[in-house]
C-alpha cells in the first residue's frame, strides 16, 4: 500500500523537476519483483 502512495506522490512531483527519476523508480520497482520471485 505505502509503495503505490509512494508511487503516486514521487512520479507527480518528478515528473516536473526530474524525469529521470521516474525511470530508476520504475526500474527500482522491477529489481524488487525480480528479487520477489527469484530470490538468491
Not at 512531483?13 to 526500474?27: E, H
Not at 527500482?28 to 528479487?35: M, N, R, V
Request: no cysteine; aromatic share 12%.
Amino acid at each position: 500500500m505505502s509503495k503505490t502512495i509512494y508511487s503516486g506522490l514521487t512520479l507527480n512531483q518528478d515528473k516536473a523537476t526530474k524525469p529521470q527519476t521516474v525511470q530508476i523508480v520504475r526500474q527500482g520497482e522491477a529489481t524488487l519483483y525480480w528479487f520477489k520471485f527469484n530470490p538468491l
